[in-house]
């Protein structure tokens, strides 16, 4: 069947498709060898303080019903295999927030034998949160950045060179 | 009997195998032994009732010396006796396995092993628990002339978590639990097999959350090395910090003032409090009591918000520096503290009430993974774990740091070893720690807040231990006079409770094992900073939980 866009009732679906998303969001948390500080803030996001389930945002138990993949860590050589498999599991369109700056740049583990140094070399990053850990409101923030980013019928950013690591991976 | 007995009657029991001994410290008795006669010097101890064995320090001495030295260091009270072994090294560098006199040393041997290349005659595996998959062999990352060149990944070793077949019987099934699991915070990975609803068979697999801290502390010089350490755990980053300052200064010889211990103290009563509320509500949540989880959250906030006034950040909060503290308790902040403790005392008791009259939630709880004193102490289990089971091993009762000898807290123990008993515990301690900062407050001594830390610190090692909100944790600091530590070495105590998890599990229901799991407390990333490496080729590298209940059927046969 072909489906012309410019027809007004995939208009409309589209519309209810983009309102539905922006407003029930469900995230997968994955930590990748993080030292836990940013974990239990993604978990205080959640509990009555700051209660991020006000903005539809729930955090959801398996990648395959997830939209949104919120990693910490610095990506550990035994979690790298972990992240890529988690993220592939997830139905497009997919979103990847990297929290804390250990995800960002490897941060204080720098060097360390066994970490690969950031997120974005093994799966493609839309929002950073930088902190050692970031505080509650930075999350949400990001978060919300991310809704708005989409609300406003942006498509995903562009990571050519991440996107091109994945094919690889696949491929291989 | 005092520091001073203890040690004496060890050497006395060391008496026949020991080759030379000596002081280093007033608490501390080292004695080399040959490799030959470990068994028998651990048997004495360990038959004597002296002391616990709390850590196996391994340390290479360089390519120069050609010797790689084993330590085992046994606590009892504030006493340290450790046994000295050299070795060359080489793949000669073998070592009788101790793991059926004393059953948690099977990690602290895996350690040493997957470390730096000790080898252990008679030991069940020489399987290993940190390092990545695909590591290759014969590669030890502790090793000084250790570089990260000769560790590239080993093609076609990347373990698969997930059997293949998971029904592995007529009856039985494997459910593969995580890394990526809604239970788990933090990424670990386990097997459990089971028969209908009963687990028959546990595996476990760490080592996701590995980074290398202690080889990256080498080439750190000691004030980076404060930063490094407090993110090995970012929900105990303080004790880790301590301990780490602890024994630089003791190195160093530096005498910290009364004030700063004092605020230490506090930070660390603060912060116990915040882990204690974030456990319960974790418990509560894999018990299924998601009210219980968003109260106790939301009255941990009350102690984030202090954290935050005090130190300026709400987790790693950086409040030690070498020689002392950075912040400053004035008037302002006391009020706000008292205020705090004033809301949440309350609540605490509280929740007391809750974990011991609410059915449901006891239904899940009373009577489930009863470990008795005398298991606890065969495990070597460490902290409220331990104390659930009428066991005192708190490190602030038995070996008072830095301001517990003026300000101290009573030990708080239970008896019936259940997952009910270590929710109380967690519970009284707290009203324990509310009290003792109290204290503090009330009367804070006074003095600077820092002092003087030379940039290179003498040469010398040194022994630091201190209860974390999990049990005791360990350092072993060696420093050569240089700007950078010779060796760091950490033992965390969810690495000596999880025995108490691999135990219990076999034979419960498979609903249990969450709260089984979240009993104990674990924390993943303390326990990884050392490496992990599973693999396909060889069979899977993990660690059974039978095995270990086999050695302690063995144990009590004999």
């Known amino acids: 069947m072909n489906i012309n866009n410019d027809q007004l009732w995939v208009k409309v679906i589209k519309k209810v498709r983009a309102w539905a998303r922006l407003n029930s969001v469900w995230a997968v948390h994955f930590n990748s060898g993080s030292c836990n500080g940013c974990d239990i803030e993604i978990l205080a996001t959640l509990t009555p303080r700051y209660d991020v389930e006000r903005f539809g945002i729930k955090l959801e138990g398996s990648p395959r019903h997830a939209d949104v993949l919120i990693v910490t860590g610095p990506v550990t050589r035994q979690a790298r295999e972990r992240l890529l498999r988690t993220y592939e599991q997830m139905p497009e369109p997919k979103f990847v927030i990297s929290v804390g700056s250990c995800s960002i740049s490897g941060g204080v583990f720098q060097g360390c034998y066994n970490v690969g140094g950031s997120v974005d070399e093994v799966i493609p990053v839309d929002v950073y949160i930088p902190g050692c850990p970031p505080r509650p409101e930075a999350i949400i923030d990001g978060i919300i950045q991310l809704l708005t980013h989409l609300k406003d019928g942006n498509p995903r950013p562009a990571h050519p060179v991440a996107e091109k690591q994945i094919a690889e991976e696949v491929l291989a | ?558």
Request: proline share 6%; with cysteine.
């Open chain 2, 1 to 558: 009997m005092n520091t001073e007995q203890n040690l004496q009657t060890a050497d006395l029991l060391l008496a026949p195998w020991k080759k030379e001994t000596a002081q280093p410290e007033t608490n501390r008795l080292d004695v080399s032994i040959a490799a030959n006669q470990l068994r028998q010097a651990v048997s004495a101890l360990h038959n004597a009732r002296w002391g616990y064995l709390s850590a196996i320090t391994g340390t290479d001495l360089g390519p120069a010396a050609g010797q790689m030295e084993a330590l085992y260091h046994f606590c009892n009270g504030a006493a340290i006796t450790t046994l000295k072994i050299q070795l060359p090294r080489t793949d000669s560098a073998v070592l009788p396995t101790i793991e059926d006199i004393i059953p948690p040393a099977t990690f602290f041997e895996r350690e040493l092993h997957e470390m730096l290349g000790f080898k252990f005659k008679a030991a069940k595996s020489n399987e290993r628990l940190f390092i990545p998959d695909d590591w290759p062999e014969d590669v030890f990352p502790l090793r000084q002339d250790f570089s990260i060149e000769q560790a590239k990944p080993v093609e076609g070793r990347q373990a698969v978590e997930v059997p293949e077949a998971g029904r592995v019987g007529d009856s039985t099934f494997v459910v593969p639990i995580g890394p990526q699991h809604p239970a788990l915070k933090e990424p670990g990975h386990f097997e459990f097999t089971v028969d209908g609803e009963i687990v028959t068979a546990a595996r476990m697999r760490l080592g996701y959350a590995h980074r290398g801290i202690e080889k990256a502390a080498e080439s750190r010089n000691w004030i980076q090395n404060l930063y490094l350490f407090e993110r090995v755990c970012g929900i105990c980053s303080h004790t880790h910090a301590l301990a780490y300052s602890l024994g630089v200064e003791k190195l160093a010889q530096v005498e910290v003032s009364p004030r700063a211990q004092a605020i230490r103290e506090l930070v660390a009563g603060l912060e116990r409090i915040h882990s204690h509320l974030l456990w319960l509500g974790v418990a509560a949540h894999e018990a299924g009591f998601d009210t219980l989880f968003m109260y106790s959250w939301r009255d941990r906030e009350t102690v984030m918000n202090l954290l935050e006034q005090i130190t300026g950040n709400r987790v790693n909060y950086s409040a030690n520096v070498l020689g002392g503290v950075k912040c400053e308790i004035g008037p302002e902040q006391a009020k706000a503290i008292k205020e705090g403790l004033n809301y949440l005392e309350p609540r605490i008791n509280h929740y007391l009430g809750v974990v011991t009259t609410d059915t449901m939630f006891l239904n899940r709880t009373r009577g489930i993974g009863t470990i008795s004193c005398e298991e606890a102490e065969e495990f070597g289990l460490l902290g409220p774990t331990a104390r659930a089971s009428g066991m005192l091993r708190d490190v602030r009762v038995e070996a008072p740091y830095g301001a517990y000898k003026q300000f101290p807290v009573s030990g708080v123990t239970e008896t019936n070893g259940d997952l009910e008993a270590r929710c109380v515990v967690r519970l009284k301690e707290l009203l324990v720690t509310c009290f003792a900062i109290r204290a503090i407050i009330d009367n804070l001594p006074t003095g600077p807040l820092t002092v003087r830390v030379p940039r290179k610190i003498p040469a010398g090692e040194t022994i630091s231990r201190v209860e974390a909100p999990r049990g005791e944790l360990l350092y072993y600091i060696k420093s050569n006079g240089t700007e950078h530590p010779a060796r760091v070495h950490i033992r965390t105590p969810s690495l000596c409770n999880w025995v108490s998890v691999l135990e219990k599990a076999v034979g419960r229901q498979l609903a249990d094992v969450p709260m089984l799991i979240a009993g104990m407390d674990p924390c993943f990333s303390c326990n990884d900073r050392l490496i992990t490496t599973v693999d396909a080729a060889r069979g899977r590298k993990t660690w059974s939980w039978t095995q270990l209940r086999e050695h302690g059927i063995e144990y009590y046969k004999r």
